[in-house]
């Protein structure tokens, strides 16, 4: 939001007295402008590089050209006939010797990069291959060194999903020079060392068209491989794209020539610069667009100290910033500026910074490292505060911030405020005022839609049914009288839900029976006038909370977090929900929601997605609910600790299953349900007589069983 004209901000609100909270003020300064010394550093130093590599941009397009003619090649392993050595068996290296595959072997108390060296001889100088026997790809792969320099980058992990660990079999990794003798092949990872069982180097047959990677690549052309990289992106989307300023070079490299029809079709302003010419070489292509490029940049640079000190006009989808007014230079200068063209600044720029510049960052983030574990942690709260500039905002025409339409000003909506509202305050957002409106007395939807939740959290189902909307395609209320009734009630003793709660939970309809009446079914089959109490599932978290409560291992702590990670830390994990653990017994109000991966638990008993609002619950019944009451972990530690101090306890095992009915159905046992209760358990004792040799073992196992049953039975997750 702070990227747009807004009138108000998110803002954490720190909870501590007027000198911790200046102290700590101070303190962030620091860190900021350590941080901001960092970024002007950062910021010239990608400058000078882009700068340099803007004066190189013909050798960029023909290095990307090779890169993407490489990719065409593809060869097969070679499976005999090379060098082959084990994965555990290199000469150095910090790397485990025993690699396992989906793990990141790296070894504790090792900082990386982690990587293995191989001692290689082959008899003759020469192209060499190298492949992989079962290498792991799903997490990267290692980059490769040769006699000391490095010949390959690896590729990136598969991010966002789980990925297959390895490619299966031999692979081919790349072709790279050898010496005569002994070579030394280096492979190395920043973070962990993927599996892999064999290496196998084999000479290339005479004559075979190598491919090259991108680091050789760039080698040969002297240009920046981050750099280079991201124009072998924008040449393969460009490809194909008669409007592409770079359509001749594709041109060229599918036909040798710029003759005859070779450019019909291309659609942008540039081709009008390659009109009548027709270059010999690869090389002379190359360097006319050099020209036009270094044209365009000369043109842009002069249009720059024109418009210095003028007013920046506002962008939009509609409305881009204004480029050059010749529209054929404009197409060259808007690929070569494009703030994330190919000449953006790499991820990696950092690593071509000159030495000092690096070591110099490299103290000063030192120093930023030391103040942020130093900062005071004191408590806070989200909150808004107003903006610096308050304004009236232009609409968001289909709801995107580019599209802007006309300047409105602040106001309620006309729907429900009327067309009667005093103008908001020129110098306040208007926040304020929102909340006074919406607690306003006389409000016709704040008290109503209040009341209307609350009831509907007591009996399964709004007076108004349709709880997220009280509009005209939602339904009508069942008894408005009670809904007006309920709403000025709540504003009367001034907003408490808690008075609310008592109210409804005192009142004769909350605490009528579920028992069925065939009489009253027949006149009103739907209970909406509620002759009886619905029969509701409980929810996800009573659920969970519930399981714990009655076994014993509930854990009432209060504050406190399950999560690892700091304050605006990435924690979206896929596979392991953030780095929490869901499986001890702290109260389901602790447990941490990463929307990206969600506790199996809630989602199997119908928790609303948590990105979106939702006053009206879903309630299923659907197999993998019994599933996970069978077998979750939860449930099997919480019933195996019942089970273990109900043994422990010196009375009858007909006691032990009145006790744990009345803990978990908070009822006695029938006489029949005690009988059925000891049978079930002596038919488990004996069923595991073959599968477990300790009677002990047998007497618990078959006693967690009775309990896990009763967990699992309607009557404990539905509310009579």
């Not at 340099?52 to 990719?71: C, F, M, N, Q, T």
């Not at 404009?330 to 720029?349: C, H, I, N, T, V």
């Not at 729907?415 to 103008?423: D, L, N, R, S, T």
Request: hydrophobic letters at 40%; proline letters at 6%.
């Amino acid at each position: 939001m702070e990227n747009f004209n807004v009138v108000a901000k998110w803002h954490e609100y720190v909870l501590a007295p007027e000198g911790e909270r200046e102290t700590l003020t101070q303190h962030l300064a620091k860190i900021e402008a350590k941080n901001k010394e960092i970024s002007r550093i950062s910021k010239a130093e990608d400058e000078k590089l882009i700068t340099a590599a803007r004066s190189h941009i013909g050798s960029y397009l023909l290095a990307a050209d090779d890169v993407l003619r490489y990719e065409k090649i593809h060869l097969r392993p070679a499976i005999s006939g090379g060098v082959r050595r084990a994965a555990n068996s290199f000469d150095r290296g910090n790397a485990p010797r025993t690699l396992e595959k989906e793990k990141s072997n790296a070894p504790k108390g090792v900082k990386g990069p982690y990587f293995a060296e191989y001692d290689v001889t082959v008899p003759a100088a020469g192209e060499y291959q190298l492949d992989f026997l079962e290498e792991e790809v799903g997490g990267g792969t290692v980059d490769v060194h040769i006699n000391g320099m490095l010949e390959q980058r690896g590729r990136r992990p598969v991010e966002n999903r789980e990925a297959s660990p390895d490619a299966g079999g031999w692979s081919v990794t790349g072709v790279f020079p050898l010496k005569a003798g002994v070579n030394t092949i280096r492979l190395e990872h920043k973070s962990r060392f993927p599996y892999f069982e064999e290496l196998m180097v084999t000479a290339l047959p005479a004559g075979l068209n190598a491919p090259r990677s991108q680091v050789q690549v760039s080698r040969q052309y002297g240009v920046n491989p981050s750099f280079l990289s991201a124009w072998v992106e924008e040449m393969r989307r460009s490809k194909g794209a008669p409007n592409s300023v770079l359509y001749a070079i594709f041109a060229y490299s599918e036909k040798g020539s710029l003759a005859g029809d070779a450019l019909a079709g291309w659609t942008s302003p540039a081709a009008a610069r390659f009109q009548n010419f027709q270059p010999k070489t690869r090389d002379e292509l190359a360097a006319h667009y050099q020209e036009l490029f270094a044209e365009a940049g000369q043109a842009w640079q002069k249009e720059l100290k024109e418009r210095a000190g003028a007013p920046k006009a506002e962008r939009n989808a509609v409305q881009q910033e204004a480029g050059l007014s010749d529209k054929q230079m404009e197409s060259f200068r808007e690929l070569s500026y494009a703030k994330a063209g190919p000449f953006a600044a790499p991820g990696d720029a950092r690593t071509y910074y000159p030495q000092a510049v690096q070591d110099q960052i490299a103290a000063i983030e030192k120093e930023t490292k030391a103040l942020e574990a130093a900062t005071p942690d004191l408590p806070r709260a989200m909150g808004v505060e107003e903006s610096a500039k308050i304004a009236d905002l232009p609409i968001h025409l289909r709801g995107s911030h580019w599209t802007l339409g006309d300047t409105v000003p602040r106001r309620f909506p006309r729907v429900i405020a009327g067309e009667a509202q005093a103008p908001l305050p020129a110098n306040q957002s208007g926040r304020l005022q929102l909340a006074e409106w919406l607690t306003r007395p006389d409000h016709p939807l704040t008290g109503r839609v209040m009341a209307n939740r609350i009831w509907r959290w007591h009996f399964g189902r709004g007076i108004v049914p349709s709880t997220d909307n009280f509009g005209r395609l939602g339904e009508a209320p069942t008894n408005q009288v009670l809904l007006d009734w309920l709403a000025l009630r709540f504003v009367e003793q001034g907003w408490s839900v808690k008075q609310l709660h008592r109210t409804i939970m005192l009142s004769s309809t909350y605490q009528m029976s579920s028992n069925y009446d065939a009489h009253a079914a027949e006149v009103d089959p739907e209970n909406t006038l509620l002759w009886r109490a619905n029969r509701q599932r409980l929810e996800a978290e009573e659920i969970r909370d519930a399981v714990t409560a009655v076994t014993g291992v509930i854990d009432f702590a209060e504050g406190g977090t399950l999560l690892s990670q700091k304050d605006r830390q990435y924690v979206s994990n896929t596979s392991r929900r953030g780095g929490a653990d869901y499986d001890v017994p702290r109260r389901s109000v602790y447990l941490p929601m990463v929307r990206s991966s969600m506790y199996e638990m809630f989602q199997a008993f119908d928790l609303p997605d948590p990105s979106t609002p939702n006053g009206d619950r879903n309630s299923t019944v659907v197999a993998p609910q019994a599933l996970f009451l069978m077998n979750a972990t939860l449930v099997l530690k919480s019933t195996k600790a019942m089970a273990t101090k109900l043994l422990a306890e010196s009375v009858d095992d007909a006691t032990r299953v009145r006790e744990i009915y009345e803990r978990a159905l908070a009822r006695p046992p029938a006489s029949s349900d005690v009988d059925r209760a000891l049978t079930f358990i002596a038919q488990i004792e004996k069923a595991m007589e073959d599968r477990e040799t300790d009677p002990a073992a047998r007497h618990l196992f078959a006693w967690q069983s009775f309990c896990k049953a009763l967990l699992s039975t309607n009557e404990f997750i539905y509310v009579n």
